[in-house]
């Protein structure tokens, strides 16, 4: 991500600005900010006497706790996870024992896998390869052994006999 966000004194100066009587744009342009950076943080802390920079970094920091960005999972936990991988547990198994989601852990074990790890080849179940058919070539709708209209026979164009009719071979009602 490119943005920054918004730090205290950055909220300090929204304020003073607002006082001065400047808009969301003029002060979006003298920080240089983009203007919904404003707008958004006069929306979300906005309280009841107004906007605050020292409620809005409170409103912050309660909001952050809730991010999911903000709970990482300790290195003890990692390898008390790796461990039990090794010793052919389920991922399941391991979220119980750990306290880490089954989910999080297959998303670690593929990273591994992608960065040239060998930490998928714990896992009890693996995954199957697709295998493609036809070279990825698309077969349905297709007859198999169809000859072209030009082939027929010459007595065919009689119609005759029951199957030299198209409606013949259709099947259904």
């Given at each position: ?9 950055e ?105 040239g ?5 714990q896992?009890?179940?693996?995954k ?8 990825g ?15 027929r ?21």
């Amino acid at each position: 991500m490119t943005y920054q966000h918004l730090s205290q004194t950055e909220r300090y100066q929204i304020y003073i600005l607002m006082k001065d009587g400047k808009t969301q744009t003029q002060i979006a342009k003298l920080m240089d900010r983009h203007k919904s950076t404003i707008s958004r943080e006069l929306a979300r802390n906005t309280g009841g006497k107004g906007y605050r920079p020292r409620q809005a970094c409170l409103l912050t920091q309660e909001r952050s706790l809730g991010s999911r960005n903000a709970t990482q999972i300790a290195a003890t936990d990692w390898s008390k996870a790796v461990d039990c991988l090794l010793d052919k547990w389920s991922p399941v198994q391991i979220a119980n024992q750990v306290g880490i989601s089954h989910e999080t852990i297959y998303r670690h074990v593929y990273a591994d896998k992608a960065a040239g790890g060998s930490l998928y080849q714990q896992l009890r179940c693996q995954k199957k390869r697709k295998k493609r058919y036809a070279s990825g070539r698309e077969r349905r709708g297709q007859i198999i052994g169809r000859r072209p209209i030009s082939e027929r026979p010459v007595h065919i164009e009689t119609r005759a006999q029951v199957g030299h009719w198209e409606g013949d071979t259709i099947i259904g009602a």
